[in-house]
């Protein structure tokens, strides 16, 4: 530890605003408690809820940083506080974080981290926790999505619906995504998406009944809300189980019909992931290392980087994710 630096670059939300309020200054390094970690930060992920949190949005959890976003970091362990003993300094991880990460140092509960897995660049494993421990939470744990089900995901070209579909192709499902370009819907197929629906200009109800024959999706995966809400009951099937993880076109739903939700037997559940404490996210990262880790290292599943950016451009990494152009992931690089 006395070889670290006294301070560090971290990127602050002095005010809440657009991406311009983003700015870098020096804070100091704290060093990490009971079962923490000091990562040296190589990479850290763009995310919506960082937009959020900019915005005034979506204050962070009592604990994590205040002013400094980002939820998903790579780099190497620099030190490691009492009780923490899984990792040593000089280990290569990522980790999910409950803020800090637009840093070029930030602390990690060890059981929220993992080993970066075997291929994967900093880069790479900097834009896989956030959207894979959500994706997994949500679609298996929540949705219990399983092999020969369709799973329909909005937004397929996002990071989370990127990985959507890569996991739940992984275990053998069928995979309908929603996108706003004949681009998008390319990218999303070329990821393995077996069907593609532009929003812009078909009705996503009318095609996901005329590609599942009637049936309707098993589970949906819905971070839009607002008039998504009755659309996704009715393209659902029966039994099906409609995940909501955010509410971009908002969550006020005026005139909602909810008989769906009695007839087809519908399960319409949601959660959010920042908040949980260490312990439950660390449920979510086991799970992860053993089934989802080994795809990774076989080439399997991999983010997709749309764009990287160096950490001190972080508001011109927030522009770009505020146009929604983006495929997958932004990502901010610290150092050389």
């Known amino acids: 530890m006395s070889s670290l630096p006294a301070t560090m670059t971290a990127i602050v939300i002095p005010a809440p605003g657009g991406p311009e309020v983003l700015t870098p200054e020096q804070r100091p390094i704290d060093m990490p408690g009971d079962g923490e970690i000091l990562i040296a930060v190589k990479a850290a992920g763009v995310n919506r809820p960082d937009v959020s949190q900019r915005q005034g949005k979506y204050p962070p959890p009592a604990g994590a940083p205040q002013d400094i976003p980002g939820l998903e970091i790579a780099g190497r362990v620099v030190a490691c506080g009492p009780g923490a003993t899984r990792f040593k300094p ?33 880069i790479e494993a900097a834009a896989v926790p956030e959207t894979f421990f959500t994706v997994w939470t949500n679609v298996f744990q929540r949705g219990h999505l399983t092999a020969g089900e369709t799973l329909l995901v909005h937004g397929g070209s996002s990071g989370i619906g990127t990985t959507a579909i890569m996991l739940a192709k992984a275990f053998g499902s069928q995979v309908i995504v929603t996108a706003g370009s004949a681009d998008k819907c390319e990218a999303c197929l070329n990821l393995g998406a077996d069907h593609a629906i532009d929003y812009k200009t078909l009705d996503f109800v009318d095609e996901v009944k005329r590609i599942t024959g009637g049936k309707g999706a098993d589970v949906i995966l819905d971070m839009v809300g607002g008039s998504y809400v009755q659309r996704n009951y009715e393209a659902a099937a ?5 995940v909501q993880i955010a509410f971009m076109g908002g969550y006020k739903i005026a005139n909602l019909d909810m008989r769906a939700i009695s007839a087809k037997r519908l399960t319409h559940t ?3 992931l920042r908040p949980r404490t260490p312990a ?12 989802v880790w080994p795809l990774l290292a076989q080439g399997k599943c991999k983010p997709v980087i749309h764009a990287t950016f160096p950490l001190e451009q972080a508001a ?21």
């Open 270 to 272: 949601g959660s959010t």
């Open 316 to 336: 011109d990494a927030h522009a770009l994710m505020e146009t929604s152009a983006h495929i997958g992931k932004i990502v901010l690089t610290v150092g050389a």
């Open 280 to 291: 439950q996210k660390a449920i979510i990262a086991q799970e992860l290392e053993q089934r």
């Open 90 to 122: 000089g280990d290569e991880v990522c980790a999910l974080v409950p803020g800090g990460g637009y840093a070029s140092f930030c602390l990690a509960h060890e059981s929220n981290a993992l080993p970066i897995p075997a291929g994967l660049s900093m």
């Open 238 to 242: 029966m039994e099906g189980r409609i």
